[in-house]
């Protein structure tokens, strides 16, 4: 199975073990990510501005040239997946953005959203099949007590991310149970992170932090994954975290674990 593949900014730098045992479990599974040529940064955040199409260029670029490979676009952070289908979405529906989008890009044929842009989680859960992907498990992460934790951007808004039920998700509980591990449900796994406030609302982040670790902890998780790299970051800078009282993972590090997959 080819995939045209957008790895972001962040799995380049900080957030390299998200990618690189991704990577390395797509080839076990027989799935081939092909990194797009000359990707640019997402920009990130989604802009609310309605007439904003200066930061959406980088991501028309990408759906564009994955429907031009005539492969669907698979990607792995959080933040580059919601701007991704959200902008997809744009330019599926919002012809005034269309027209000004293809005007400034000028590329060989217009791009109409055509591109499906799907996650990591979802090619395994969609394409792969937990149930075939349990069948690959070489290492059972038996025994392992994980929770997981969504956050805001893989689930909402949800008429457009359709990615899972945004107030009860199971996909990444579905994930780990395939793997062998025991998933811990707990009520705050899709509550918000504190994301950039990190930068200057220090204490604020960390009782928001402080609340979903807690939350994990006393339901019996000794373990948290994630899939985006902001929110591992705050979780990791936790006090409860640097006490030693919970580690905090990508699940792909989980993924390659349980198939055994070492590095290259």
């Known amino acids: 199975m080819n995939y045209s593949y957008y790895p972001g ?11 690189k045992f991704a990577l390395h479990s797509a080839q076990a599974l027989g799935v081939n990510l092909v990194e797009q040529e000359e990707w640019q ?26 429907r031009d490979k005539g492969e669907s ?3 792995l952070c959080a933040a580059c997946h919601q701007l991704m289908k959200r902008v997809n979405h744009d330019m599926q529906t919002k012809e005034d953005m269309r027209e000004k989008v293809n005007n400034y890009l000028q590329l060989d044929d217009n791009y109409q959203g055509e591109s499906k842009v799907i996650h990591y989680l979802e ?10 992907l ?20 893989l689930l909402r808004p949800k008429e457009i991310m359709n990615f899972d039920d945004p107030e009860r998700p199971t996909v990444l509980e579905d994930f780990l149970e395939s793997l062998g591990a025991s998933a811990i449900h707990y009520p705050y796994k899709t509550e918000c992170c504190g994301g ?12 928001m932090v402080d609340n979903i670790i807690r939350s994990a902890l006393e339901q019996g998780a000794e373990e948290i ?36 997959v070492k590095e290259a």
């Open 9 to 19: 900014c962040t799995l380049k730098t900080k957030a390299q073990n998200l990618e």
């Open 41 to 66: 940064c997402c920009g990130a955040v989604y802009p609310l501005s309605t007439d904003e199409i200066a930061t959406k260029l980088a991501s028309v670029r990408s759906l564009a040239a994955a």
């Open 73 to 75: 676009l698979v990607t």
């Open 123 to 132: 090619l395994l859960r969609d394409e792969i099949g937990f149930e075939t």
């Open 134 to 153: 349990a069948q690959k498990v070489k290492v059972p992460l038996k025994g392992r007590k994980v929770a997981a934790y969504y956050g805001c951007l």
């Open 196 to 207: 950039y406030l990190s930068v200057d609302k220090e204490e604020v982040v960390e009782q």
């Open 225 to 260: 994954v994630t899939a985006c790299p902001l929110c591992k970051y705050n979780l990791e800078n936790s006090r409860l975290c640097s006490k030693g009282e919970i580690s905090i993972s990508y699940f792909t590090e989980l993924l390659a674990e349980a198939l055994d």
